[in-house]
């Protein structure tokens, strides 16, 4: 199955998702089918519906990074959804993985979101060094993973319950 195009609000193109994720964000209201698989539907206990091959986000999203994402401060705070690296709590600071000091760079994959108290805790050592290991491993955000964020900055976290038993895609 094809992934799903994603507009935004403007009708400007954002990203392509995959097809679960499509129909979580029409279920959810956060976006309408402009376009439809001609011949599928998809068919579950509670839903019917058809296939999505283009869906229109219902508010406009400001999408914080561009394509040739640069690095930036508050861009990594939203990556990592303002949550802890190192204890998972409310993040106000960003630090550098491999400290500055040692050679790390302002880059994605050397920064991660962190509360003031791990920051200073762990101060100008590595993690193996402050022996603070990371909760997650921090990613080169994609265009798709800046849309998703910044919709989910928006509303609940997290996907459906019944996700998992999401019906395939049959003939209508
Ligand atoms: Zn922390």
Redesign the pocket.
Known sequence: MRDTLVLNASFEPLSTVSLNRAVVLVLQDKAVVEQAHPDLRMRGAAIDLPVPRVIRLLRFVRVPFRRQAPWSRRGVLVRDRHK??????R?TTVDHVVPRSQGGGDTWLNTVA??????HRKADRTPEQAGMPLLFQPYVPTPTDAMLLALSAEGRDGLPEWLPQLPQPAAA
């Open positions: 802890c690296a190192y204890c998972g709590r993040a962190s509360c003031s108290t791990d920051n």
